[in-house]
């Protein structure tokens, strides 16, 4: 596995739409693994592949096992992702981005999501998700759609280069606020 460089706001490939995958081949398996190990090394949650300049439908999420959430330790890997459903209900939560270091804002997502994709063995499944999962599904799909959450957000301020992930999870506090 290697960690891949992740390209940053200012190249025009993430406001590109990423290309279908007709199936799963070793070059997608091997992709994967390291779209995994360059989250993890970015202590990122999520990724899509055209963060680390690869144009194809294809997102990872990884949840840390550490966190109080119910999907804590969860690790998925989807190719095609697309919405099939999603809740009328919103929530807004605060969301990072590693492609945009030392930002953070409140973006409105749907508060649960059905999921249709291809898993790693090429077989077309669907994915409910709730919650955080449900907020990393859509953001990292948006990137594969050429959208960013700053594209979405109601509003954004600067953090700490390298605190996106902990104040989207609620650790660390936003560089603007009153402790």
């Given at each position: 596995m290697t960690v891949r460089p992740i390209i940053y706001s200012d190249d025009p490939v993430l406001r590109q739409k990423?290309?279908?995958?007709?199936?799963?081949?070793?070059?997608?398996?091997?992709?994967?693994?390291?779209?995994?190990?360059?989250?993890?090394?970015?202590?990122?949650?999520?990724?899509?592949?055209?963060?680390?300049?690869?144009?194809?439908?294809?997102?990872i999420a990884n949840i840390p096992?550490?966190?109080?959430?119910?999907?804590?330790?969860?690790?998925?890997?989807?190719?095609?992702?697309?919405?099939?459903?999603?809740s009328d209900e919103l929530e807004e939560g605060v969301e990072g981005c590693l492609s945009i270091p030392g930002w953070v804002g409140k973006v409105e997502r749907h508060k649960s999501v059905v999921v249709k994709a291809m898993d790693m063995q090429g077989k077309k499944i669907r994915l409910?998700?709730?919650g955080y999962l449900a907020r990393i599904l859509q953001h990292e799909i948006d990137h594969l759609d050429g959208v960013l959450f700053i594209d979405k957000a109601a509003e954004v301020w600067?953090?700490?280069?390298?605190?996106?992930?902990?104040?989207?999870?609620?650790?660390?506090?936003?560089?603007?606020?009153m402790i």
């Amino acid at each position: 596995m290697t960690v891949r460089p992740i390209i940053y706001s200012d190249d025009p490939v993430l406001r590109q739409k990423s290309r279908r995958i007709p199936r799963v081949t070793p070059e997608i398996e091997h992709l994967v693994d390291d779209m995994f190990e360059t989250a993890d090394a970015a202590y990122g949650v999520g990724l899509a592949a055209v963060q680390v300049g690869v144009p194809w439908r294809v997102i990872i999420a990884n949840i840390p096992g550490d966190l109080q959430d119910p999907d804590a330790g969860t690790a998925v890997a989807l190719v095609n992702p697309e919405l099939a459903r999603a809740s009328d209900e919103l929530e807004e939560g605060v969301e990072g981005c590693l492609s945009i270091p030392g930002w953070v804002g409140k973006v409105e997502r749907h508060k649960s999501v059905v999921v249709k994709a291809m898993d790693m063995q090429g077989k077309k499944i669907r994915l409910r998700a709730e919650g955080y999962l449900a907020r990393i599904l859509q953001h990292e799909i948006d990137h594969l759609d050429g959208v960013l959450f700053i594209d979405k957000a109601a509003e954004v301020w600067p953090v700490k280069e390298g605190d996106e992930e902990r104040v989207e999870a609620g650790f660390a506090a936003p560089a603007n606020a009153m402790i």
